[in-house]
C-alpha cells in the first residue's frame, strides 16, 4: 500500500473525529422524502456488507416501469476537508485483497452507520427513472429521501433463484411482496440488458480471483463469475449513473465524468475476431464489437471468459475527467454512452462522494463545493489511485497464487495470453486462476493467443510466476 502511494491506516484525527460520531445521521424537512414504507432491496456479494445503494420498481401503464435507485449519503456523515474526508480524497477507493480489506472509511461507517444496511432507517439520495416498455429511459429525477432497506440479498442465490435453480432467499419469502418485486426488476434489467447492447454496450464475461480459505488456510483462487442477479444491478447502475450525469449537466454544473477511450489496439481486437471466422470495421465500432462478442458468447461460453479477457486488455483502462457544462462530453466506449459519471458507490469510491456533494449542490440551488481545477486535479488523482489499488490488489493476488502453485513446479497448464509489451509477456490459467510470467517461447505471441505451458519457478513473496512455454 505505502509502496504504492496509498495509506494503509487512518490518521490519529480521522480515528478522533470517527470516535465522535455517535450514530447514523438525521435529518427532517420538506426537501426529504418519506419513502421508508417501499419494498427497497439490496443485492451485493455474499459478504459484503458495504452496502451502497438499493433498488425497488413500481409498475406504470402501457408496460413501462418506475426504477428508484437509492445511493447512501456518505457526505452527510463526512464533510468536505474533515479528517475522514482527507483520507478518502487520498486514496480515493476501498482496496480489496485476499489478505485484507483496505476500506476508503472506516467499517464502523462503510458498513454500519453510512451503509443502507438491512431494516435500518437511513438518508438517501434516490436517483429515479421511468423506463418505457422498449427500454427508453422517458422520465427521470434526483432527490434526497428517507429509506429502509427490506432485504439484504445476496447475487448468488438471488441468481439460482431467478434461473430456476435453487430455492428463494429466506428474506424473498419472509418479506410479503419482495418475490414480485424482484421479478419485476429482473424484467426491466434484462430488457435494459437488450437496449444496451443493441447500442453497443460490451457484454464481457470477466473472472475475478476469489480466495477460497479452511479456517485460516488458502486452499484455492476460484473464479467469481457473472450471474443475472449481477447483471440487474450492473445494469440499474448504469442507467442510474447517466441520470446524474444528465442532471448535472441540467443544472449546469460540472461534473467527473468516467470515461473509456476509443481502444488504440483495435487493430488487434480485429485479429482475434479474424481468428474466429468474424469480421471486424477497421475502425472503432463498439456496435460491432458487440454484436461479435454476443454471438461468440453463444456459440463458445466455455471459450468466453479468454476472449472477454483479451478484449478488456486490448481496450485499456477507464479514467476520470472533468465535464464543464455545454462541452461535448467524452464517452465510455466499452458502455457505449456518452453521458457516465459514477455516483453508486460512496461507501468505496471517492469520485461518487465528490458526485454526491455536487447533486447536492445543486439540489439546493447553492455553488458547486468545488472549482473545475480542484474537479480537474481530483479527476487525475482518483484516475491515479485507482490504479495503484489495482496494483496492490493485483500484487496480492499473485502472492496468493505463487502460494498456491509452489508445489507445483514442472506441471503443464492451458493458459491464455493476456498482456504482450517490451516488458514481457504474461499468461493467466484457469486452476487455480492465476497470471505469471512467460519467461521462455514468448516469441511471436500476443494478448489472446492459446498457449501449453509449464510451471517453472514461483516466489511467494514477491508474487512471482514464471512459466515456459512447452513444446
Given at each position: 500500500?505505502?509502496?504504492?502511494?496509498?495509506?494503509?491506516?487512518?490518521?490519529?484525527?480521522?480515528?478522533?473525529?470517527?470516535?465522535?460520531?455517535?450514530?447514523?445521521?438525521?435529518?427532517?424537512?420538506?426537501?426529504?422524502?418519506?419513502?421508508?414504507?417501499?419494498?427497497?432491496?439490496?443485492?451485493?456479494?455474499?459478504?459484503?456488507?458495504?452496502?451502497?445503494?438499493?433498488?425497488?420498481?413500481?409498475?406504470?401503464?402501457?408496460?413501462?416501469?418506475?426504477?428508484?435507485?437509492?445511493?447512501?449519503?456518505?457526505?452527510?456523515?463526512?464533510?468536505i476537508?474533515?479528517?475522514?474526508?482527507?483520507?478518502?480524497?487520498?486514496?480515493t477507493?476501498?482496496?480489496?485483497?485476499?489478505?485484507?480489506?483496505?476500506?476508503?472509511l472506516?467499517?464502523?461507517?462503510s458498513?454500519?452507520?453510512?451503509?443502507?444496511?438491512?431494516?435500518?432507517?437511513?438518508?438517501?439520495?434516490?436517483?429515479?427513472?421511468?423506463?418505457?416498455?422498449?427500454?427508453?429511459?422517458t422520465?427521470?429525477?434526483?432527490?434526497?429521501?428517507?429509506?429502509?432497506?427490506?432485504?439484504?440479498?445476496?447475487?448468488?442465490?438471488?441468481?439460482a433463484?431467478?434461473?430456476?435453480?435453487?430455492?428463494?432467499?429466506?428474506?424473498?419469502?419472509?418479506?410479503?411482496?419482495?418475490?414480485?418485486?424482484?421479478?419485476?426488476?429482473?424484467?426491466?434489467?434484462?430488457?435494459?440488458?437488450?437496449?444496451?447492447?443493441?447500442?453497443?454496450?460490451?457484454?464481457?464475461?470477466?473472472?475475478?480471483?476469489?480466495?477460497?480459505?479452511?479456517?485460516?488456510?488458502?486452499?484455492?483462487?476460484?473464479?467469481?463469475?457473472?450471474?443475472?442477479?449481477?447483471?440487474?444491478?450492473?445494469?440499474?447502475?448504469?442507467?442510474?449513473?447517466?441520470?446524474?450525469?444528465?442532471?448535472?449537466?441540467?443544472?449546469?454544473?460540472?461534473?467527473?465524468?468516467?470515461?473509456?477511450?476509443?481502444?488504440?489496439?483495435?487493430?488487434?481486437?480485429?485479429?482475434?475476431?479474424?481468428?474466429?471466422?468474424?469480421?471486424?470495421?477497421?475502425?472503432?465500432?463498439?456496435?460491432?464489437?458487440?454484436?461479435?462478442?454476443?454471438?461468440?458468447?453463444?456459440?463458445?461460453?466455455?471459450?468466453?471468459?479468454?476472449?472477454?479477457?483479451?478484449?478488456?486488455?486490448?481496450?485499456?483502462?477507464?479514467?476520470?475527467?472533468?465535464?464543464q457544462?455545454?462541452?461535448?462530453?467524452?464517452?465510455?466506449?466499452?458502455?457505449a454512452?456518452?453521458?457516465?459519471?459514477?455516483?453508486?458507490?460512496?461507501?468505496?469510491?471517492?469520485?461518487?462522494?465528490?458526485?454526491?456533494?455536487?447533486?447536492?449542490?445543486?439540489?439546493?440551488?447553492?455553488?458547486?463545493?468545488?472549482?473545475?481545477?480542484?474537479?480537474?486535479?481530483?479527476?487525475?488523482?482518483?484516475?491515479?489511485?485507482?490504479?495503484?489499488?489495482?496494483?496492490?490488489?493485483?500484487?496480492?493476488?499473485?502472492?496468493?497464487?505463487?502460494?498456491?502453485?509452489?508445489?507445483?513446479?514442472?506441471?503443464q497448464?492451458?493458459?491464455?495470453?493476456?498482456?504482450?509489451?517490451?516488458?514481457?509477456?504474461?499468461?493467466?490459467?484457469?486452476?487455480?486462476?492465476?497470471?505469471?510470467?512467460?519467461?521462455?517461447?514468448?516469441?511471436?505471441?500476443?494478448?489472446?493467443?492459446?498457449?501449453?505451458?509449464?510451471?517453472?519457478h514461483?516466489?511467494?513473496?514477491?508474487?512471482?510466476?514464471?512459466?515456459?512455454?512447452?513444446?
Open positions: 500500500m505505502i509502496e504504492q502511494g496509498l495509506e494503509p491506516d487512518f490518521s490519529p484525527a480521522a480515528l478522533a473525529q470517527l470516535q465522535a460520531i455517535t450514530g447514523p445521521a438525521r435529518e427532517s424537512g420538506p426537501q426529504l422524502r418519506d419513502l421508508r414504507a417501499l419494498l427497497w432491496c439490496s443485492i451485493d456479494n455474499d459478504d459484503s456488507r458495504d452496502l451502497d445503494q438499493i433498488s425497488v420498481t413500481q409498475p406504470l401503464a402501457a408496460g413501462a416501469v418506475k426504477i428508484l435507485i437509492g445511493i447512501a449519503d456518505v457526505d452527510v456523515t463526512i464533510p476537508g474533515s479528517p475522514l474526508d482527507a483520507h478518502a480524497s487520498a486514496n477507493t476501498s482496496v480489496y485483497t485476499a489478505a485484507r480489506i483496505f476500506p476508503m472506516p467499517e464502523r461507517l458498513t454500519d452507520l453510512t451503509c443502507l444496511a438491512e431494516d435500518q432507517e437511513r438518508l438517501s439520495m434516490v436517483i429515479e427513472m421511468t423506463i418505457a416498455a422498449d427500454g427508453s429511459v422520465a427521470s429525477d434526483v432527490y434526497r429521501a428517507l429509506v429502509v432497506n427490506r432485504a439484504k440479498l445476496a447475487y448468488n442465490s438471488v441468481a433463484w431467478l434461473d430456476g435453480k435453487g430455492p428463494a432467499p429466506p428474506r424473498v419469502t419472509s418479506v410479503a411482496g419482495m418475490d414480485q418485486q424482484l421479478r419485476i426488476q429482473d424484467g426491466v434489467a434484462q430488457v435494459l440488458k437488450r437496449v444496451r447492447q443493441a447500442q453497443g454496450s460490451l457484454g464481457l464475461t470477466t473472472l475475478e480471483p476469489q480466495a477460497v480459505f479452511e479456517d485460516t488456510a488458502l486452499v484455492d483462487l476460484t473464479a467469481d463469475e457473472d450471474n443475472r442477479a449481477k447483471e440487474l444491478i450492473e445494469y440499474f447502475m448504469i442507467a442510474a449513473n447517466g441520470v446524474v450525469a444528465r442532471f448535472l449537466e441540467s443544472k449546469g454544473s460540472s461534473s467527473l465524468r468516467r470515461v473509456l477511450r476509443a481502444p488504440e489496439r483495435w487493430s488487434r481486437i480485429v485479429e482475434l475476431a479474424k481468428r474466429l471466422g468474424e469480421t471486424l470495421p477497421g475502425a472503432p465500432d463498439a456496435r460491432a464489437l458487440s454484436a461479435f462478442l454476443v454471438k461468440r458468447q453463444q456459440a463458445a461460453p466455455a471459450q468466453f471468459p479468454d476472449l472477454s479477457l483479451s478484449v478488456v486488455k486490448l481496450l485499456g483502462a477507464g479514467e476520470y475527467v472533468l465535464k457544462p455545454g462541452l461535448k462530453a467524452e464517452g465510455h466506449f466499452g458502455l454512452v456518452d453521458d457516465y459519471t459514477h455516483a453508486t458507490a460512496p461507501n468505496r469510491r471517492f469520485p461518487d462522494v465528490l458526485t454526491q456533494r455536487l447533486v447536492k449542490a445543486a439540489l439546493a440551488g447553492r455553488p458547486a463545493p468545488y472549482k473545475d481545477d480542484e474537479l480537474r486535479t481530483l479527476a487525475a488523482h482518483c484516475t491515479a489511485q485507482e490504479g495503484n489499488a489495482a496494483k496492490v490488489e493485483r500484487q496480492i493476488a499473485k502472492s496468493a497464487a505463487a502460494l498456491l502453485l509452489e508445489s507445483r513446479i514442472g506441471q497448464f492451458d493458459a491464455v495470453v493476456t498482456g504482450a509489451s517490451d516488458k514481457g509477456t504474461w499468461v493467466r490459467i484457469r486452476q487455480p486462476l492465476a497470471e505469471g510470467r512467460l519467461v521462455k517461447g514468448f516469441q511471436g505471441l500476443d494478448v489472446g493467443d492459446a498457449v501449453r505451458v509449464q510451471l517453472t514461483t516466489d511467494v513473496q514477491r508474487g512471482f510466476i514464471d512459466f515456459a512455454r512447452s513444446s
